[in-house]
Each structure stands twice: as C-alpha cells, then as structure tokens.
Nanobody, 128 residues
Framework: QVQLVESGGGLVQAGGSLRLSCAAS????????MGWFRQAPGKEREFVAA????????SYADSVKGRFTISRDNAKNTVALQMNSLKAEDTADYYC?????????????????????WGQGTQVTVSS
C-alpha cells in the first residue's frame, strides 16, 4: 500500500504560480512512476504530467507544456508540480498518482489505468 498526500493548492490570479507537492509513504517510492492528473467540475479526470521512476523521463499534456514542470526527489519520497503562467482553465482538483514500475526505470504513464494509488486531491482555483 502507498499513501499519497497532496499539498500546495489554493487560489491564485491568472498569470501566477503555484507549486504542488505530493508526499508518499508505505512502499519503496523509487519503484513507482508518478503522475499528476486533474479533474474540473463536470469533466473527466485528465492527464497533466508524468515522471519515470528515475526521474529521467517526463511527459506533459499539450495544454500545460512549457508552463508546468514535474519533478521528484526519491530521497525525500516526494513529487512536485511547478505550475507557472496559470490560466483560468487550469482550475481543477489536482491528484498525484503512483504506478508500480519495477524493472522499467524509464517508463511513464499518461493514462489513468496503470496507476495503482491516488491521493485525495488538492484544489487549485485560478481567477481571471
């Protein structure tokens, strides 16, 4: 079992920045590829960013590419999402997720399906 706890959400003006953090506990963090997803009211959960076990590979949704950066610190069991140039359409609940990826150091996942564990979410509201 892996427990994930997100933090860092809040209210920010358009053009501003937020840094989300996700703290993991329970299993060997470095065995898991990590991802960030978001879900706006009335919409399906969508992929935002993902990072491989070793941190060497990252992927981003087109809507956030160039504005968001995912990173991880395996020594501290954390994954972060730096969000810059925020837009009103970034408003959503943001979730971090973990996908067991033993033996695949460079693999990452852009779909909901491969993820085994999810955090409870943190709300991000961007005012225009």
């Amino acid at each position: 079992q892996v427990q994930l706890v997100e933090s860092g959400g809040g209210l920010v003006q358009a053009g501003g920045s937020l840094r989300l953090s996700c703290a993991a506990s329970g299993r060997t963090f470095s065995n898991y590829a990590m991802g960030w997803f978001r879900q706006a009211p009335g919409k399906e959960r969508e992929f935002v960013a993902a990072i491989s076990r070793n941190g060497d590979m990252t992927s981003y949704a087109d809507s956030v590419k160039g504005r968001f950066t995912i990173s991880r610190d395996n020594a501290k069991n954390t994954v972060a999402l730096q969000m810059n140039s925020l837009k009103a359409e970034d408003t959503a609940d943001y979730y971090c997720a973990a996908a067991l990826s033993m033996g695949y150091s460079y693999r990452l996942y852009e779909k909901v399906g491969p993820y085994d564990y999810w955090g409870q979410g943190t709300q991000v509201t961007v005012s225009s």
